[in-house]
């Protein structure tokens, strides 16, 4: 082997690592130019680079359009539907230039567009989930989901576990 070759594998580790670490800056996604960080999306190694990659990729066809400030809400929303809370909060928290601080965050979502085996689907109905609200009993965030046929259950978002069903017409 060359010393040319060692040299390319060492850049090209050292390349990848430092896609890992730039996608998991939240400063870097929320305000770097969403060309250069889409760029480093297919760089990303490891599990916290494919996190933040996918991520990223969930909402890159809105990204390219909107600026520091929408971005940054895109990018919490689509952090707490892969189940990363703890990012989502860093997200929120990245300041940008001429927008004020982010004035809400996102605790629990759900979405069609995310890889099922990073998240939980909501089970128990026997029909189409046809409303979602959330709140918080008893100190804990909980979702309350109806369905078309009348079944009204309570999940607690911090475990994913059902903890009761408020009413069942069948």
């Given at each position: ?49 494919r ?11 809105l ?29 929120t ?6 927008e ?5 965050g996102?605790e ?16 128990g109905?026997?029909?189409t ?11 804990r965030?909980?979702?309350v ?16 576990q ?7 017409r069948?």
């Open positions: 082997m060359s010393d040319d070759l060692n040299v390319d594998g060492v850049e090209a580790v050292l390349a990848g690592a430092g896609a890992v670490g730039r996608l998991a800056d939240p400063g870097f996604l929320v305000n770097a130019d969403p060309e250069e960080a889409l760029g480093l999306v297919g760089a990303a190694s490891g599990p916290a680079g996190l933040a990659g996918a991520v990223y990729g969930a909402s890159a066809h990204h390219r359009e909107a600026g520091a400030g929408v971005r940054r809400q895109l990018l919490a929303l689509d952090a707490t539907r892969y189940g990363d809370r703890g990012l989502a909060a860093r997200i928290a990245v300041l940008v230039e001429s004020p601080a982010a004035r809400w996102v629990w979502t759900t979405g069609g567009m995310v890889d099922r085996s990073l998240g939980q689907p909501l089970t109905h026997t029909s989930v046809s409303a979602v609200a959330t709140g918080v009993w008893e100190g965030p909980v979702a989901t109806s369905s078309r046929y009348g079944t009204v259950r309570v999940r607690d978002l911090a475990t994913g059902q903890v009761g069903v408020v009413c069942s069948w």
